[in-house]
């Protein structure tokens, strides 16, 4: 027993455990590298992380809603399918659907956050969380695999690096899922093209409402999430 509660202590010691916070030199070179790489031919290999947050904003959205989350499938093109049981209209699949493209930007404002206050690593750790209830929700290979290599990066910056490479690490995976989530929502066009299936077009469908109208609404969720996770990570150097 005294063993147990040993490593629940030092697992603790860990996740509270504080990070300096970012200068303005941390903050310029990882904003760059990690914008250099969204726009270079990485983006389909860094989109597969953002997919896992949006399907996991799906899942969250139904789970609160009251539906039954059946699973979770990440495809090798980078989609993904999250499917829910219950109602097929009304304001909770109405959510589930509009919950995908916004939760990158949330997740990177949330780890912007922790970031600013000193507590990488409880921003790592969280981080590690969302992937662990994924990862129990998952239904296909490939999106076992993407996880479980997400899980592994993740789990070895909380428990190798130092407190200043969990604060630069923090910051490159909060810089990515808003930047990451807002190029996703920019590129939502060109996929109702490709399939006529997107999230804005099935909630035109379930509400009534135009597709344009939730196009709007999801790269403002964007633009709103860039610019939130820019002011929490600016403010310290004031």
């Not at 296909?140 to 997400?150: R, Y």
């Amino acid at each position: 027993m005294s063993q147990v509660l040993g490593v629940l202590a030092a697992v603790w010691a860990r996740i509270t455990a504080t990070s300096p916070v970012p200068g303005a030199l941390d903050l310029v070179a990882v904003t760059a590298v990690v914008v250099a790489l969204l726009v270079l031919p990485t983006w389909p290999r860094l989109r597969h992380g953002i997919t896992i947050v949006h399907e996991a904003g799906h899942g969250v959205a139904a789970t609160l809603t009251g539906r039954r989350l059946a699973g979770i499938r990440l495809h090798s093109d980078t989609s993904g399918l999250t499917v829910s049981v219950g109602r097929p209209r009304g304001p909770g699949m109405a959510l589930t659907l509009l919950a995908g493209y916004p939760a990158p930007s949330i997740a990177g404002v949330l780890i912007a956050w922790a970031v600013a206050s000193g507590h990488a690593a409880a921003a790592l750790w969280g981080a590690l969380a969302l992937l662990a209830l994924v990862l129990v929700q998952i239904r296909n290979w490939f999106g076992l695999w993407s996880v479980l290599v997400a899980g592994v990066l993740v789990g070895a910056a909380t428990w190798f690096a130092d407190p200043a490479w969990r604060m630069r690490i923090a910051l490159a995976l909060a810089v990515l899922l808003v930047a990451g989530g807002l190029r996703a929502a920019l590129e939502l066009p060109a996929a109702r093209r490709r399939d006529g299936r997107s999230d804005a077009d099935q909630l035109a469908a379930v509400t009534r409402v135009p597709a344009g109208f939730w196009l709007l609404v999801l790269v403002l969720a964007g633009l709103a999430g860039v610019g939130g996770a820019g002011a929490l990570l600016v403010a310290p150097l004031r």
